[in-house]
T-cell receptor
């Protein structure tokens, strides 16, 4: 139990579906992140939120839409995805935003399959 | 270009044996280096984090070393256990924002009985 909870753990969706991934952290952290992990590739940063404000968008296609209503919750809205978007999506948090020395705490991930 | 290279890609050892995983990086500027353990189907868990001035750091049976001059790090696992089977990811921070974390592809370790 890392203190970062992701739901659902597994999701299968069609290319025309709309779905959302949810992340909640119980650590009192101020920064939250979405990462994508594909097979045999390094983790790729998608989005960073510091104090609910988006501070980084790593050239992510618009079919991925993040939402951060408060410092404890983070969503990733999915719309008209492609099969190559199938991957493990990891949410993470850290104590303070934008500081390189912080340990990042990851959730268990949401396995997404696009059919 | 900032890069983190890990070797070997995969490794199989017998339970009770020691092993060493390697990480070479070309990241500038350098802020810190982290090792994460990722069990299959789960999120990565932090093992160690080292800054420029630290040469070694231990976490139980895991010992990480850092040579900032040669830009190399290693993770040594002592008396391996079946539960050590996982991917081990080296991550280097280029400082500044968290967006400057450079991830390696990981080394997949299998510990056999």
């Amino acid at each position: 139990e890392t203190g970062v909870t992701q739901t659902p753990r597994h999701l299968v969706m069609g290319m025309t579906n709309k779905k959302s991934l949810k992340c909640e952290q119980h650590l009192g952290h101020n920064a939250m992140y979405w990462y994508k992990q594909s097979a045999k590739k390094p983790l790729e940063l998608m989005f960073v939120y510091n104090f609910k404000e988006q501070t980084e968008n790593n050239s992510v296609p618009s079919r991925f839409s993040p939402e951060c209503p408060n410092s404890s919750h983070l969503f990733l809205h999915l719309h008209t995805l492609q099969p190559e978007d199938s991957a493990l999506y990891l949410c993470a948090s850290s104590p303070r935003g934008g500081e390189a020395g912080n340990t990042i705490y990851f959730g268990e991930g949401s396995w997404l399959t696009v059919v | 270009k900032n890069q983190v290279e890990q070797s070997p890609q995969s490794l199989i050892i017998l339970e009770g044996k020691n092993c060493t995983l390697q990480c070479n990086y070309t990241v500038s500027p350098f802020s810190n280096l982290r090792w994460y353990k990722q069990d299959t189907g789960r999120g990565p868990v932090s093992l160690t984090i080292m800054t420029f001035s630290e040469n070694t750091k231990s976490n139980g049976r895991y010992t990480a070393t850092l040579d900032a001059d040669t830009k190399q790090s290693s993770l040594h696992i002592t008396a391996s256990q079946l539960s050590d089977s996982a991917s081990y990811i080296c991550v280097v921070s280029a400082g500044g924002s968290q967006g400057n974390l450079i991830f390696g592809k990981g080394t997949k370790l299998s510990v056999k009985p």
